[in-house]
């Protein structure tokens, strides 16, 4: 749409309209969405029973996951911006290098959000730190869907941190073959 003076008018973020960052994102839903759901959920509970910890169950999943976009904002906003010297390093260099910074592997987020604007900073803050995004979208249920994941009602945003276990085992075969048809893959029965 253009103005009377021929320039492209700007207008707000409406509740169809999508959130686009610069980075390529991905789009679960349906089908597609249930079963990476379960995937997660199982090594979740895989992983809480081999880590034999005595923690209580939500003390061992904040210990996993940054949960909610204040967290996830505040993990990102920590984390090094990603340069080509990260990359030819690697990020478990970066990691070393500095003990209290946490990464984040990917960024869950439900597309359900109601306003936009609370998540809308989420993906450009993570294409500058080269963590990729997965928008939830279950009709209005991607919040509730993300809530169950960490027990919780809802959840607008979930960060899986990067601690090298069965969870970010899952999440990297997801990533990178973009296929949850071969279920056997992914170590879901």
Known sequence: MRSRNGRPTKRALGPS???????????YEGERLGR???SIQGKIEAERNLDGSVLPEKIWLKQQF????????RLLERMPPYTEECSSNG??????????TTLLQVILVASDCNPRWLIKHLPTLA???????????????GSLRL???????????I???AKGN???DILNKILFSHDLDQEKRFGVN
């Open 127 to 141: 294409s500058s730190r080269k963590v990729p995004l997965i928008f939830v979208k279950d009709k209005n249920r």
């Open 147 to 157: 809530g169950e994941i960490v027990k919780l009602k809802t959840a607008m945003a």
């Open 91 to 100: 990020k478990a260099d970066a990691m070393s290098s500095n003990k209290k």
């Open 166 to 168: 069965a969870i970010n």
């Open 66 to 73: 940054a949960i909610g976009v204040n967290e996830v904002t």
């Open 17 to 27: 309209d999508p959130i686009v960052g610069p980075q390529e994102q991905d789009c």
């Open 36 to 38: 990476l759901l379960e």
């Open 159 to 161: 960060g899986i941190k």
